[in-house]
Nanobody, 124 residues
Framework: QVQVVESGGGLVQAGGSLRLSCTTS????????MGWFRQAPGKEREVVAC????????YYEDSVKGRITISRDNAKDTLYLQMNSLKHDETAMYYC?????????????????WGQGAQVTGSS
């Protein structure tokens, strides 16, 4: 059974930093593209950043470029999201997901296995 588990969420002041982690089990981690997504109340789930199985290709949503970094450690089956200069309106539930497909503009439908999410709240 595949499990995806996020950790590291919390309350952070606007402009502050936070690092999310995601661990998986039940799948061969380095066979999967991984992604971070977020969903705010009343809004659709959106892509934040994705990384190819080898780590040599990444995608970032335009609004996070230069502030957020996705990375993976295939030896530890762990995905990371380093968020800097966090904005208040980036308050959302952040989800980690795994998928076998990769594209230059990833979409939520490409990802098969999802975690339960980690709440990130930016305080003003």
């Amino acid at each position: 059974q595949v499990q995806v588990v996020e950790s590291g969420g919390g309350l952070v002041q606007a402009g502050g930093s936070l690092r999310l982690s995601c661990t998986t089990s039940g799948l061969v981690f380095d066979d999967y593209a991984m992604g971070w997504f977020r969903q705010a109340p009343g809004k659709e789930r959106e892509v934040v950043a994705c990384i190819k199985w080898s780590g040599d290709s990444t995608y970032y949503e335009d609004s996070v470029k230069g502030r957020i970094t996705i990375s993976r450690d295939n030896a530890k089956d762990t995905l990371y999201l380093q968020m800097n200069s966090l904005k208040h309106d980036e308050t959302a539930m952040y989800y980690c997901a795994a998928g076998r497909l990769w594209s230059t503009k990833p979409h939520v439908t490409q990802f098969n296995y999802w975690g339960q999410g980690a709440q990130v709240t930016g305080s003003s």
